[in-house]
């Protein structure tokens, strides 16, 4: 089964910047899409940024776009999330998830424990 494993959250003051690193497990990785998304205490859960299999393509929530970026090397294994220009509703924990679909509402196969994120005014 394949293995999602976060890293790279922390607290910043807004405006601060973080990466997220996301790294899989075995190459099964290679042939699937990868989001992130995130949750917020007492919101529901949402999508930031997806990636096509092959990193030809993305997808943002419009919040995001400008500010983060979505990247991904199948050699490594790894998708990243870089975060620039933080604000404090970018707080929560982020997840990355896989899934054979691309596309901003999965389904996914596979999830991340998560990371926490957050920012400070």
């Known amino acids: 089964q394949l293995q999602l494993v976060e890293s790279g959250g922390g607290s910043v003051q807004s405006g601060g910047s973080l990466r997220l690193s996301c790294a899989a497990s075995d190459r099964t990785f290679e042939n699937l899409a990868v989001s992130w998304l995130r949750q917020a205490p007492g919101k529901e859960r949402e999508f930031v940024a997806t990636?096509?299999?092959?990193?030809?393509?993305?997808i943002y929530e419009d919040s995001v776009k400008g500010r983060f970026t979505i990247s991904r090397d199948n050699a490594k294994s790894m998708v990243w999330l870089q975060m620039n220009s933080l604000k404090p509703d970018d707080t929560a924990v982020y997840h990355c998830?896989?899934?054979?679909?691309?596309?901003?509402?999965?389904?996914?196969?596979?999830w991340g424990q998560g990371t926490q994120v957050t920012v400070s005014s």
């Open positions: 998830a896989a899934g054979k679909v691309f596309g901003a509402t999965g389904p996914y196969d596979y």
């Open positions: 990636i096509r299999w092959s990193g030809t393509a993305t």
